[in-house]
């Protein structure tokens, strides 16, 4: 059994971080945080804030970036990252993680998502994700830092202990 978490570095995608490694603890679950990165997309890059407007697309550094974010966060956790297409569609990008959750048996993908599962005039990668039915949903719908930021906090607190 496993918990599978799309994670982008967004506030949503840390929140559904959080709540995984939550589960994960009372459950003892494995837990994998799993990013998509559309090969030199440099405009899809920008808008996830992987990197700022003056720097090119570094791929190693942008999976350096999420994988410490992941850490900070659920230092528990897995990371890990496909590669996609530059100019793959949502839909693409929510097959190859529907995918990747089948491929590690998943029992619960944690999916941070503003509308995954509603009716919007926007369709969106959750929106595909939350369609396959071989493993559970739970939609974290609401980001919420200070869950994240006591996460991080404890875990800095740790690291000075050691």
Same mark, same amino acid.
């Given at each position: 059994?496993t918990?599978?978490?799309?994670?982008?570095?967004?506030d949503?995608s840390k929140?559904?971080?959080?709540? =995984?490694?939550?589960?994960?603890?009372?459950?003892?679950?494995?837990?994998?945080a799993?990013?998509?990165?559309?090969t030199n997309n440099?405009r899809?890059?920008?808008e996830?804030?992987?990197?700022?407007?003056d720097?090119?697309f570094?791929?190693?550094r942008?999976v350096t &970036?999420?994988?410490? &974010?992941?850490?900070a966060i659920?230092?528990d956790?897995?990371?890990?990252?496909?590669?996609?297409?530059? &100019?793959?569609?949502?839909?693409?990008?929510?097959?190859k993680?529907?995918?990747?959750?089948r491929?590690v048996d998943a029992s619960?993908v944690?999916?941070?998502?503003e509308? =995954?599962?509603?009716? =919007?005039?926007?369709?969106?990668v959750?929106?595909?994700?939350?369609?396959?039915?071989?493993?559970?949903?739970?939609i974290?719908?609401?980001a919420?830092r &200070?869950?994240?930021?006591?996460l991080e906090?404890?875990?800095?607190?740790?690291?000075?202990?050691?």
């Open positions: 059994m918990f599978v978490v799309p994670f982008d570095g967004s949503l929140t559904a971080l959080v709540r =995984a490694a939550q589960f994960s603890t009372v459950l003892d679950v494995d837990v994998v799993v990013a998509v990165i559309p440099t899809y890059a920008r996830k804030g992987w990197i700022a407007t720097e090119a570094d791929a190693e942008i &970036s999420l994988r410490d &974010s992941v850490a659920a230092p956790a897995t990371f890990e990252y496909l590669v996609a297409g530059r &100019s793959e569609t949502r839909g693409t990008i929510a097959t993680l529907r995918s990747f959750a491929k619960i944690f999916l941070g998502s509308n =995954a599962g509603r009716i =919007a005039s926007k369709i969106t959750g929106q595909y994700v939350t369609g396959d039915r071989s493993y559970d949903t739970l974290v719908s609401r919420n &200070s869950g994240i930021e006591e906090r404890r875990v800095s607190t740790a690291e000075h202990v050691d």
